[in-house]
């Protein structure tokens, strides 16, 4: 069973950029069978779908992000970061990896635990 | 972008009541719809698929309908560890987008 785990500061200063790393266990971040996804929450709010990697390279951003997400995958580590760039107090939520294993993509089934970050100088 | 509008906001239902949750979508998204549950502290669980299917593992009181626009979570018994929040989420179009949620509490 495929689980998830985000890493990455608490605690980023405006204007500054935001990377999360999310490692990947009983599951090969190299299958074709699973996109890798970011997915956030601000806080008491709904949830916000914010981009994927797939293990080809190709990726997508939400264009809510306006260009400033970058999704990279580390095979070697059996990871997927994000990085997003010129942070406001906007991106504070709790960000989730998350991923599809049922065979039905685009429904994440599996979900990391959560990582809160708070934009603040 | 494709909204998704749930409905009501809160729902205060007894334990072994029929809950009713309602999603409506900006623009027909097919049967491409899911229902999720979320907890406090946790991250939500995938409940239902494809509008009508449950995910691995979850009850049967849980049933999804629907198609195009209107959707429905209906749990037939609520259960004590049923009284969270609900998400609809779509994957028809880019972005993937959700709903911004249903409290179901205990009336």
């Known amino acids: 069973q495929v689980q998830l785990q985000e890493s990455g500061p608490g605690l980023v200063k405006p204007s500054q950029t935001l990377s999360l790393i999310c490692t990947v266990s009983g599951g090969s971040i190299r299958s074709d069978t699973y996109y890798w996804s970011w997915i956030r929450q601000h806080p008491g709010k709904g949830l916000e779908y914010l981009g994927h990697i797939y293990y080809s390279g190709s990726t997508y951003s939400n264009p809510s992000l306006h260009s400033r997400a970058t999704i990279s995958v580390d095979r070697s580590k059996n990871q997927f970061s994000l990085k997003l760039t010129s942070v406001t107090a906007a991106d504070t939520a709790l960000y989730y990896c998350a991923t599809d294993t049922s065979g039905s993509p685009w429904y994440f089934d599996s979900w990391g635990q959560g990582t809160l970050v708070t934009v603040s100088s | 972008e494709i909204v998704l509008t749930q409905s009501p906001a809160t729902l205060s239902l007894s334990p072994g009541e029929r809950a009713t949750l309602s999603c409506r979508a900006s623009?027909?998204?097919?049967?491409?719809l899911a229902w999720y549950q979320q907890k406090p502290g946790q991250a939500p669980r995938l409940l239902i698929f494809?509008?009508?299917n449950r995910a691995t593992g979850i009850p049967a009181r849980f049933s999804g309908s629907g198609s195009g626009t209107d959707f429905t979570l209906t749990i037939s018994s609520l259960e004590p560890e049923d009284f969270a929040l609900y998400y609809c989420q779509q994957r028809n179009y880019w972005p993937r987008t959700f709903g911004q949620g249903t409290k179901v509490e205990i009336k």
């Open positions: 623009q027909s998204v097919g049967s491409f």
């Open positions: 494809d509008a009508s």
